[in-house]
């Protein structure tokens, strides 16, 4: 055990104990190695740089990809610090004098962390700026950003390691809930990392009911039914097209189920007000395309269904995963078919060939996973490159109900 880790979380936290190997991963950071962290969402990978940051002299820099996500999280900082100079974020949400003073700050020493987007990293005032300060270490969070194989590709990310190198050289740490092996090995290569000590959790969410079931023309009935059987309980309901998100959520409040959708066309007021009125539990439903999600963290989300397969299993089982954030029940239940897996092959077409290629061989993936009559988390964990140590899970349609296989007959299917 490391006394003076431990009494640093107490300290700064006022946790008594770590999560996972937390303390493992903080141990290697500080004794300044490159660190590679694969952890699922809610895993408790922030404490890994946080914690090290504040104890270490200078100040980290902290790759984040959404403003959100840097403002809840400098913002959590500073409330358990209750200093607002120890942590700051730099984007483009400042103006010129807060700007400044985010720069004095650290200049005097009094911000141990710091959270840039990867497009300020880039900027040449920053890298001047940065060029003059001392660094303890980097964080990359949400590391999967830089794969083409990952579910959330920015091409800024690309740019972290040759303008790391301009700034100044330290000490990396990596994170990410994305843990296909493809995923981890562009991480790896692309952040000049292949050393690094690599801390792999288990990927498998034992409170989460796997299901995958035909779409047929009585969709929407079963989705009603569905929910009506399950009154008071918050799910998330994801569909492929704006259009659809619409629909359904009208669909929905005409019979009687409260609920709000969610999608990127829609304007930002809008878009928070729903958002928060299911955080808050003002709705019990919010029917959503993948914009919704990522940093959002309510933990007693009871179910999520798929309206449309996902493009990819990673994709899949990052929205599933918010389901059962509190280690509670959590039902994942999606609708099928192979036609929609075939439009979406179509929409690829204009795509540079490149794309294609890697969109396509994650829809055949996809594929096989959802006509498998095998159980569904070992699949799944398979394709993490984790080794499900049982036959049988008990907690998957193909396990409760073994006979059963997924099979969407074309004549059956609602277009
Ligand atoms: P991730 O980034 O892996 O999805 P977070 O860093 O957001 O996860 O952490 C998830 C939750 O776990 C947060 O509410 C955090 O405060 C809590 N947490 C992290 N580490 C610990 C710990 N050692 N003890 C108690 N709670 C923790
Ligand atoms: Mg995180």
């Given at each position: 055990?490391?006394?003076?880790?431990?009494?640093?979380?107490?300290?700064?936290?006022?946790?008594?104990?770590?999560?996972?190997?937390?303390?493992?991963?903080?141990?290697?950071?500080?004794?300044?190695?490159?660190?590679?962290?694969?952890?699922?969402?809610?895993?408790?990978?922030?404490?890994?740089?946080?914690?090290?940051?504040?104890?270490?002299?200078?100040?980290?820099?902290?790759?984040?990809?959404?403003?959100?996500?840097?403002?809840?999280?400098?913002?959590?900082?500073?409330?358990?610090?209750?200093?607002?100079?120890?942590?700051?974020?730099?984007?483009?949400?400042?103006?010129?004098?807060?700007?400044?003073?985010?720069?004095?700050?650290?200049?005097?020493?009094?911000?141990?962390?710091?959270?840039?987007?990867?497009?300020?990293?880039?900027?040449?005032?920053?890298?001047?700026?940065?060029?003059?300060?001392?660094?303890?270490?980097?964080?990359?969070?949400?590391?999967?950003?830089?794969?083409?194989?990952?579910?959330?590709?920015?091409?800024?990310?690309?740019?972290?390691?040759?303008?790391?190198?301009?700034?100044?050289?330290?000490?990396?740490?990596?994170?990410?809930?994305?843990?296909?092996?493809?995923?981890?090995?562009?991480?790896?290569?692309?952040?000049?990392?292949?050393?690094?000590?690599?801390?792999?959790?288990?990927?498998?969410?034992?409170?989460?009911?796997?299901?995958?079931?035909?779409?047929?023309?009585?969709?929407?009935?079963?989705?009603?039914?569905?929910?009506?059987?399950?009154?008071?309980?918050?799910?998330?309901?994801?569909?492929?097209?704006?259009?659809?998100?619409?629909?359904?959520?009208?669909?929905?409040?005409?019979?009687?189920?409260?609920?709000?959708?969610?999608?990127?066309?829609?304007?930002?007021?809008?878009?928070?007000?729903?958002?928060?009125?299911?955080?808050m539990e003002k709705v019990d439903v919010i029917v959503a395309t993948i914009a919704f999600?990522?940093?959002?963290?309510?933990?007693?989300?009871?179910?999520?269904?798929?309206?449309?397969?996902?493009?990819?299993?990673?994709?899949?089982?990052?929205?599933?995963?918010?389901?059962?954030?509190?280690?509670?029940?959590?039902?994942?239940?999606?609708?099928?078919?192979?036609?929609?897996?075939?439009?979406?092959?179509?929409?690829?077409?204009?795509?540079?060939?490149?794309?294609?290629?890697?969109?396509?061989?994650?829809?055949?993936?996809?594929?096989?996973?959802?006509?498998?009559?095998?159980?569904?988390?070992?699949?799944?964990?398979?394709?993490?490159?984790?080794?499900?140590?049982?036959?049988?899970?008990?907690?998957?349609?193909?396990?409760?109900?073994?006979?059963?296989?997924?099979?969407?007959?074309?004549?059956?299917?609602?277009?």
């Amino acid at each position: 055990m490391n006394q003076r880790l431990h009494d640093a979380l107490k300290e700064h936290f006022g946790f008594d104990s770590f999560k996972g190997n937390q303390e493992a991963i903080m141990s290697s950071l500080l004794d300044g190695n490159d660190v590679f962290v694969l952890m699922p969402t809610g895993g408790g990978k922030s404490l890994c740089y946080q914690l090290p940051a504040l104890m270490m002299d200078g100040t980290a820099i902290i790759i984040s990809p959404l403003i959100a996500l840097m403002k809840n999280q400098v913002d959590a900082i500073r409330h358990f610090s209750e200093a607002d100079h120890v942590a700051h974020f730099l984007n483009s949400s400042l103006n010129r004098s807060a700007i400044d003073q985010v720069k004095s700050d650290i200049t005097a020493g009094r911000t141990k962390l710091l959270y840039v987007a990867p497009e300020s990293l880039t900027k040449e005032e920053n890298i001047e700026f940065l060029k003059t300060i001392p660094i303890s270490f980097y964080a990359v969070d949400e590391a999967h950003c830089i794969s083409e194989w990952g579910h959330d590709f920015r091409p800024e990310y690309r740019r972290i390691r040759p303008i790391i190198n301009e700034i100044n050289p330290r000490p990396m740490i990596a994170l990410t809930a994305t843990a296909t092996p493809k995923v981890q090995h562009d991480i790896q290569k692309n952040l000049g990392m292949t050393n690094a000590k690599v801390f792999k959790s288990s990927f498998n969410r034992e409170n989460l009911y796997y299901e995958v079931k035909p779409k047929t023309q009585n969709i929407d009935k079963e989705i009603i039914k569905y929910i009506k059987n399950n009154p008071g309980k918050s799910g998330i309901i994801y569909c492929l097209s704006r259009k659809k998100v619409e629909e359904l959520a009208e669909m929905l409040v005409v019979n009687d189920i409260k609920a709000l959708p969610y999608h990127a066309g829609m304007d930002g007021a809008t878009r928070s007000s729903n958002q928060d009125a299911f955080l808050m539990e003002k709705v019990d439903v919010i029917v959503a395309t993948i914009a919704f999600g990522m940093g959002i963290d309510k933990p007693d989300v009871r179910f999520v269904i798929h309206y449309d397969m996902p493009k990819s299993l990673e994709g899949y089982y990052q929205e599933t995963g918010r389901a059962g954030r509190d280690g509670g029940e959590g039902q994942c239940i999606t609708f099928y078919t192979a036609k929609d897996l075939q439009k979406m092959e179509k929409f690829m077409q204009g795509k540079p060939l490149a794309e294609q290629e890697i969109g396509r061989q994650l829809l055949i993936e996809t594929q096989s996973y959802a006509e498998a009559s095998s159980c569904r988390r070992r699949s799944l964990l398979f394709y993490f490159g984790e080794e499900y140590g049982h036959d049988n899970c008990q907690n998957c349609d193909n396990c409760i109900n073994p006979k059963k296989k997924v099979e969407a007959k074309d004549d059956l299917c609602a277009v």
